[in-house]
T-cell receptor, first 114, second 109 residues
Framework: DAEITQSPRHKITETGRQVTLACHQTWNHNNMFWYRQDLGHGLRLIHYSYGVQDTNKGEVSDGYSVSRSNTEDLPLTLESAASSQTSVYFC?????????????FGPGTRLTVT | RKEVEQDPGPFNVPEGATVAFNCTYSNSASQSFFWYRQDCRKEPKLLMSVYSSGNEDGRFTAQLNRASQYISLLIRDSKLSDSATYLCVVNTMPNDMRFGAGTRLTVKP
């Protein structure tokens, strides 16, 4: 069965370190997304990609970067982790198209920055 | 003002009760609307899309009021398994989804 996975599921890191969260999907979806979820804010879009070599900034992109070298993977990098980036991070994917299509979410990564 | 606002709850209801959630959105250009369900510490999953004419899926009914810019979700005959957080999602541009903070529902025996 097709799926979307994230790793690690839990991560503790120190302020100032670079951290990369992995996202891998076997749906063969062109669209991939990264969100963070914080209490009281719901999910907020960090970055998204519509295909290989395409990346776009979302609502809360400062301090984060992504790269898309293949269809399956969209790693999220925190260049210099800050305590404000302690959050739960969800990756999602959807089919191509101009319509509003269902997004399938990974299980999430809980990141703590100390 | 947040783009998508929901009553955070919690809503505590007995089994068999009917419960309704509302969600308001600020962007009148919004095109598509959804309800997602999120269980504790799990990923969100699509519950249902919301169509202009309203739609029903078993015990769940979703309504859209474009004039007043709100959507609603009605759950009839609540089950223990309905306990979750319900996220309102509004889409203005393709693939630009804005999530509400969620409404927490607990169904008690």
């Amino acid at each position: 069965d097709a799926e979307i996975t994230q790793s690690p599921r839990h991560k503790i890191t120190e302020t100032g370190r670079q951290v990369t969260l992995a996202c891998h999907q076997t749906w063969n979806h062109n669209n991939m997304f990264w969100y963070r979820q914080d209490l009281g804010h719901g999910l907020r879009l960090i970055h998204y990609s519509y295909g290989v070599q395409d990346t776009n900034k979302g609502e809360v992109s400062d301090g984060y970067s992504v790269s898309r070298s293949n269809t399956e993977d969209l790693p999220l990098t925190l260049e210099s982790a800050a305590s404000s980036q302690t959050s739960v991070y969800f990756c999602a994917s959807s089919e191509s198209g101009t319509g509003s299509l269902q997004q399938y979410f990974g299980p999430g990564t809980r990141l703590t920055v100390t | 003002r947040k783009e998508v606002e929901q009553d955070p709850g919690p809503f505590n209801v007995p089994e068999g009760a009917t419960v309704a959630f509302n969600c308001t959105y600020s962007n009148s250009a919004s095109q598509s609307f959804f309800w997602y369900r999120q269980d504790c510490r799990k990923e969100p999953k699509l519950l249902m899309s919301v169509y202009s004419s309203g739609n029903e899926d078993g015990r769940f009914t979703a309504q859209l009021n474009r004039a007043s810019q709100y959507i609603s979700l009605l759950i009839r005959d609540s089950k223990l398994s309905d306990s979750a957080t319900y996220l309102c999602v509004v889409n203005t541009m393709p693939n630009d989804m804005r999530f509400g903070a969620g409404t927490r529902l607990t169904v008690k025996p």
